[in-house]
Nanobody, 120 residues
Framework: VQLQASGGGLVQAGGSLRLSCAVS????????VGWFRQAPGKEREFVAA????????NYADFVKGRFTISRDNAENAVYLQMDDLKPDDTAVYYC??????????????WGQGTLVTVSS
């Protein structure tokens, strides 16, 4: 399976961005899909995940109430709507996929990232 993240850019604090993850090579409905991010000088961290059916989601505490993950299996795409962005959200964002249980946050397949920069 191949993944490609897009939709990053420069936005002012308080603004919004919508990231997309295009999935190809296998049926998207097979996979749990997640978003991770890595800020300069920091380790990669989990942001959000969505179950293969889309009925369950999981978020890092620091994005709850601001970010929303969703998926469209028919379009083979997963989205991350990011609202009320803060400068601390500046990072490269990656999407990833797994056939393992969502609670494990253990992803086997990774796409290239997309840069999000939030100015103060």
């Amino acid at each position: 399976v191949q993944l490609q993240a897009s939709g990053g850019g420069l936005v002012q604090a308080g603004g919004s961005l919508r990231l997309s993850c295009a999935v190809s090579g296998r049926t998207l409905s097979t996979y749990v899909v997640g978003w991770f991010r890595q800020a300069p000088g920091k380790e990669r961290e989990f942001v959000a995940a969505i179950s293969s059916s889309g009925r369950a989601t999981n978020y890092a505490d620091f994005v709850k109430g601001r970010f929303t993950i969703s998926r469209d299996n028919a379009e083979n795409a997963v989205y991350l709507q990011m609202d009320d962005l803060k400068p601390d959200d500046t990072a490269v964002y990656y999407c990833a996929a797994t056939t393992r249980p969502m609670y494990r946050r253990d992803f086997e397949y990774w796409g290239q990232g997309t840069l999000v920069t939030v100015s103060s």
